[in-house]
DNA sequence: TCGTACTGTAATTATATTCGTTACAGTTCG
DNA sequence: CGAACTGTAACGAATATAATTACAGTACGA
């Protein structure tokens, strides 16, 4: 689940790089370097989240449709990636006696809940806007 | 590789926890709720580090060899883990026309490897004896 | 109103990663 | 010497991730 952030993020500055702000899955697929299908399950979110509009049929894609100064990569991973930082896999069992085997999964838990927390409060302090201007600064 | 984070960590406090500082790989498989074989692996990585001494043979096992108040997991996490922020599938092509698809990677980049910093400044922020601490408060 | 150019979605396959299991050589102690 | 350990690697199973294909639905324009 943690590289469709980074295909979302790629198609989000790219939208708002592109003079009409628009552009088809073909197009975004290609920029991205993956393919269309992929590019629409992404959008899907999008959508829904309200980052994108879409037009279906001919002249159709997706057009961004909020300030890319106003969205930031925070908004993003919320809608795409939440609970990515927490391993699946857990140690320890809450059944057991020993008080480290039962109760370590309930403390790991706060443990990267907190550490979640913190990256989404830096992915907050960047734009969709401050992404642009990173990549023009190239 | 990121679960073999949690497993060091466990595995350390659970050293931590008991009277002698020192574990066989199945005790220790045991209160993790995994195999010895895994156990040893991530040991194995503990021991390059100095996180714990190992002795083969016959009563042999894992002691502790760092005082717990000492240890961070940020420590750890760079030993078990560093990078795992950072997804395996990067979007764009440095090669390509557009300067979105050609700089995005790089940019992504220096995003998720500020964010791993950050990541391990909280890690850093807490020690085994805190995680000890955190479990006999349950 | 029909054909073309799109999106929406799901099913299927291919590939990579993760985890468990087994095996066995090497080490230490009694 | 034999029992109880670690060190390490090979193999296979399970799961997660990504690509591909397919096709129904929608909108525009000739």
Known sequence: MNSEFTIAVHSLVLLAYL???????????????????????????????????????????????????????????????????????????PEMDCIVGSNMRTVMNGIFCTAEKRLEDYFDSITIQAVLGQIRAC
Do not use: H
């Open 19 to 93: 003079p009409e702000r628009m552009a088809s899955s073909e197009t975004i697929a290609e920029n991205v370097q993956t393919n269309p299908a992929r590019i629409r399950k992404v959008m899907s979110v999008l959508r829904k989240s309200g980052f994108v509009e879409t037009r279906e049929g001919v002249r159709g894609g997706y057009r961004l449709a909020v300030e890319p100064g106003e969205v930031t990569l925070g908004d993003i991973y919320r809608a795409m990636a939440q609970g990515s930082l927490m391993p699946g896999w857990c140690s320890g069992d």
